[in-house]
């Protein structure tokens, strides 16, 4: 076998032994053996190079089943760091998760709003170190940046912004954040890393075909298939939020018509509300009360509003749950999924209202409801999410070093995030 | 390496080395090293192997360059074949190809209107053996069957039929047809098919995401990412037909609410044209003219009428045309798309009328765009791309043995068409 055909494999074995040994908690080798269908010549052989490398532990020794008691192998998971960073208008969110993708340290900042790109690139380049001084983590632990920003992506940097983020248009700034954080950046875009995250945290995966559908200010989708996140010809798939559920609906500032993101995104639950003065003074909309209008505060306040009942309020948030509903539906037709898990910031405030209603359009409209359902779930950490995969983003570079190419289709490859920087040495 | 890795890596390397001579024609040991990245003792070992399975034929040697002339290898065409079968209302397209995939003989007979699923089932075993005898292939170099169907499909048979074929909900077509012929059956759906048709054919694939979008009757679309058909959970992934653009539409035969194919299918077309009498009369509507009305017939005759310039005719393509645009942006917003081809009967009659409808509507809408363009055509085999892909399944399962589980997500397994059923022994 070539040397390339055998990296390759080794690249494989070892990824694969580290994802069942994070996914396991503590497991013997012949655990290993048995989950992985390796024989023990190879798990003996890439046990080995994990321990040499410090990314694997041994620790103790399993009950006795009457032979030998087995040695346990667990993740060094303070053996590597990585930190996920999710910009958006709104606000920004900072994790750092440890070889295990738990979340050792999160901070949330001031969102990008109106500031200058290259401003708050350097802001984040401090917070990011903040991160990591207050927690004491030595930065030559610190594996990179995982960056996630809203679509669509093109190397480098954010391509057709939406209108809250037109600055950041054409800014490389993935390249910026590896000059000022002096590492390496990996950008994503947040529904394809709030879609890692739910896999990262067990919400989604394995070797289900599954979809998170994130609504943050905007609306997409992360696609993970077989526990492979699936990126598309140019990291953009999965951007459900344009996608029309109105042929002769209003034009969106993509320059489609009809666009889900359009008719039902929160701004139109926003704008919905606003139109009503009553309920616009009643839940406190910003710009009526406070100087700076944000869609993000005003979703939250009036699905606040519908929790507590209020009619109106709720009245505006099911038209656009049912127009999600819609979308979520030609998801699951187009994909044929059985997981569909509802996550990101505005999920996290309205999911309760959005839930049972996309529930029940997959339930009566799911085209291949005769051969099974599609299991629709809210996520446990849809506020944080995005931040989490951009980290998962990071970790998955590790545990699949870059470019070893192994055999799957190139826009599947679980080693590749949608764009990697270096920093300039 | 364990027995289970190795025939896993051995599997998937004679099915790679078997890729490449049959893309290539013809093709030398080291032109196959070069390909494939294998090194000489692998590729050696499995092109030994597939000489002595019959596969692989050495054809004389290349142009000297310089050094020793190269033995050319070429598949065995003759070796083995394979027998699409795509079973419709309209008609049923059988085709034989060899294992190159290159069509020797092909028959349309009476499509299954209203008769009963088992005497299709017995005329379909007695037209496959007429299609073999025919062409004096002895019978055990026949590898199966590829059976084509309108989606959504379960294990065994179809499962929600269109209206037009409800007497087939439940009957399990597969183990009947395979009973009947005594030979494996492979059953997917007409969409799926077509699109590996048309990567069989060249149309698509690679290292591409592509799609086919397929209207027949119905209307679906099969994807290939990568060269690897995406089948999703249950094998009914890509039913674009029934994905919503226009969420008050009317309702669908499928029990959902404005799919396209409702809005805009053939036989949403013909009813447009059957309301204006005058057209009907002109174009010759079957039922109108002759007894059995047929969708399929009545959506090639407008077709002619638009493209001989009729302009009632051509409005209400063009209509049609303008929704199945936007299903079109849908799937490449979700898909990522970089390649998509129309393809099955109906666009084979329609195909110039539709083609610069949707290419506008990707040119003008597609969410990407600033990062890639969406590369429209239309098919060279736009009316026996489903055949010809049903024997392509054949084709591949035999290329990659089934259940051989090569370490891909499950549910893009090349290995693994939706159905399989052997004739009991």
Redesign the interface.
């Known amino acids: 076998?070539?040397g390339?055909?055998r990296t390759t494999?080794h690249a494989?074995s070892k990824a694969a032994v580290l994802d069942v040994i994070r996914a396991a908690g503590t497991i013997s080798r012949v655990g290993l053996i048995n989950a992985t269908?390796?024989?023990g010549?190879?798990i003996s052989t890439v046990v080995r190079r994990l321990i040499d490398e410090g990314l694997v532990l041994e620790t103790g020794r399993a009950e006795s089943t009457g032979g030998k008691r087995r040695v346990l192998l667990q993740l060094n998971h303070a053996s590597r760091y990585a930190i996920g960073v999710h910009l958006d208008h709104a606000g920004i969110t900072y994790v750092l998760t440890n070889l295990g993708g738990a979340v050792v340290a999160r901070i949330t900042r001031q969102g990008a709003g109106t500031e200058e790109p290259a401003r708050v690139v350097t802001r984040m380049a401090a917070e990011v170190r903040a991160l990591v001084d207050r927690v004491g983590v030595e930065p030559d632990r610190v594996l990179g940046v995982g960056l996630v920003t809203p679509?669509?992506?093109?190397a480098s940097g954010m391509?057709?912004t939406p209108p809250s983020m037109r600055k950041w248009e054409d800014y490389p700034l993935d390249r910026a954040l590896a000059e000022e954080t002096g590492l390496p950046v990996l950008l994503d875009n947040d529904a394809t890393a709030a879609a890692l995250g739910e896999h990262w945290s067990g919400g989604v995966g394995g070797?289900?075909?599954s979809a998170a559908l994130y609504m943050g200010t905007g609306i997409g989708?992360g696609l993970v298939?077989?526990?492979?996140t699936?990126?598309?010809?140019?990291?953009?798939?999965?951007?459900?939020g344009?996608?029309?559920?109105?042929?002769?609906g209003p034009e969106c500032w993509?320059?489609?018509?009809?666009c889900v993101e359009a008719l039902a995104g929160p701004a139109a639950v926003v704008a919905a509300a606003r139109a009503d003065q009553a309920l616009a003074r009643m839940v406190g909309l910003t710009g009526t009360k406070r100087a700076r209008p944000s869609v993000a505060a005003d979703f939250a306040a009036v699905s606040r509003a519908a929790r507590r009942g209020e009619p109106q309020a709720l009245a505006i948030l099911e038209r656009s749950a049912?127009?999600i509903a819609?979308a979520a539906?030609?998801?699951a037709?187009?994909?044929?999924?059985?997981v569909l898990v509802l996550t990101g910031p505005s999920f996290a405030v309205a999911g309760s209202v959005y839930l049972p209603i996309v529930r029940d359009e997959l339930d009566?409209?799911f085209?291949?409801?005769?051969?099974?359902q599609v299991d629709v779930r809210l996520s446990r950490s849809a506020a944080t999410a995005p931040a989490i995969g951009g980290a998962a983003m990071v970790l998955q570079s590790e545990l699949v070093p870059l470019h070893e190419g192994m055999?799957?289709?190139?826009?599947?490859s679980a080693a590749e995030p949608a764009f990697l920087t270096q920093p300039s040495a």
């Open positions: 076998m070539s390339q055909a494999l494989s269908g390796f024989t010549a190879t679509g669509p992506l093109r391509a057709l070797t289900s075909t989708a298939i077989g526990g492979i699936y990126r598309g010809t140019s990291g953009n798939a999965g951007e459900v344009h996608t029309c559920v109105d042929a002769l993509c320059g489609a018509r009809g049912r127009y819609v539906r030609n998801l037709n187009t994909m044929d999924l059985d009566r409209g085209f291949a409801r005769a051969a099974h055999r799957l289709p190139e826009n599947l």
